[in-house]
């Protein structure tokens, strides 16, 4: 008989913080715990809100009827802990302090392990995080930028990427490792991985505006015109990042980055709206080409996720033009908490070992 375990997900975000209790694969309940910004910014750092959210965690729990002592594991939303390689790792002391710390940067992601670790210590229960956003399995050939004081790194959407693979490999009927994938996740930042076997061998750095624009991000920038406006006197440092992650893409251009909303203007008639969605289609195939290189060609399959995934029109402009690649498969909005939580069960179920972090 298989046993069922009985798992508690945690995924802080920036004002808000995602809950699962999940049975098996069985989603029990899922709550989104909303943070007014005005509080948020009371916070001096991302781990002073660590009580805060601990807090309404317990609460809603509690509101849900879900007593602590059913719960057999932990799982939290790995952060910018060191660069590891994808897999299932349990929550120990040196990745609690590093998370701490931010040794890969400050994101509320990094409250993740420490809010699974402090939950799982109160019942005697282990915790872990899954597949974190540092994951890194990079070829070595893929981290050269051209310019030796600058690596190119690991920072994509590993979770959802790896989850929609691996749901993509029991439908072909195999195992992940079986196959070569182009994985693109389409959110408000946009990443495509090139999954060679079971390892996402490249990737574009979205979180720092790689690759194509996406709903709030520039992507890759002409470097020389990046340079001018660094030193055009017009702005800070700070000013020029938030330009290229947050205020870049669809914002910039349209004022939004809500996809429906751009949809709805084309519906109206609104040609620039339709021109930079198309722009944003067409980068976004450009970047899926530029993977098929990479694996020379060897795709076996395309796979298109994320919440832009839902907009059929997007999606045809897109296949349209990577098609004559490879076959395209379509899995639209995110599977984390559920990739979470399957990433404990391979561990508890004895399907793959844990992974230490050191």
């Known amino acids: 008989m298989t046993n069922v375990y009985r798992l508690l997900a945690i995924n802080p975000g920036s004002t808000s913080t995602k809950i699962s209790v999940f049975d098996n694969e069985e989603d029990i309940f899922t709550e ?32 849900k009827g879900i007593e602590l002592n059913t719960i057999d594991a932990v799982v939290g939303r790995g952060g910018n802990m060191k660069p590891v390689t994808g897999g299932t790792y349990k929550i120990n002391s040196q990745m609690l302090e590093d998370l701490k710390i931010g040794v890969m940067g400050q994101h509320a992601s990094n409250l993740g392990g420490i809010l699974a670790y402090e939950i799982a210590s109160e019942i005697n229960v282990y915790s872990y995080i899954v597949d ?56 408000g930042g946009i990443s495509i991985g090139v999954h060679k076997k079971g390892k996402i061998i490249d990737v574009n750095n979205a979180l720092d505006g790689d690759g194509p624009f996406s709903p709030e991000r520039t992507g890759g920038l002409p470097v020389g015109s990046v340079i001018d406006l660094c030193f055009s006197g017009k702005y800070s440092k700070e000013e020029i990042r938030k330009k290229i992650v947050g205020n870049g893409g669809l914002v910039a251009y349209l004022g939004t980055n809500d996809g429906r909303e751009v949809q709805k203007r084309i519906g109206q008639g609104d040609q620039k709206a339709l021109l930079v969605y ?26 298109l996720t994320g919440g832009l995934a839902y907009d059929q029109e997007l999606i045809q402009w897109i296949e349209d033009r990577v098609s004559f ?14 990739a979470m939580v399957q990433g404990v069960l391979r561990v508890l179920n004895n399907i793959e070992k844990e992974k230490d972090y050191i």
Do not use: W
């Open 132 to 187: 974190p956003v540092v994951v890194d399995e990079l070829e070595d050939i893929a981290r050269f930028s051209g310019m030796p004081e600058i690596q190119r790194k690991s920072k994509d959407h590993p979770l959802n990427q790896k989850a929609v693979a691996r749901k993509a490999s029991i439908e072909l009927g195999g195992n992940y490792e079986d196959y070569n994938f182009l994985v693109a996740h389409l959110g």
């Open 325 to 338: 690649i490879a076959r395209v498969m379509v899995y639209p909005g995110e599977f984390e908490m559920l």
């Open 32 to 63: 989104v715990i909303r943070h007014p910004k005005d509080i948020i910014d009371k916070f001096d750092s991302i781990y002073d809100q660590f009580n805060f959210r601990k807090t309404l965690i317990l609460n809603c729990l509690h509101d």
């Open 278 to 303: 198309q722009a944003m289609a067409y980068q976004i195939s450009k970047e899926i080409g530029a993977g098929a290189t990479a694996l020379k060609g060897d795709v076996d399959v395309i796979l």
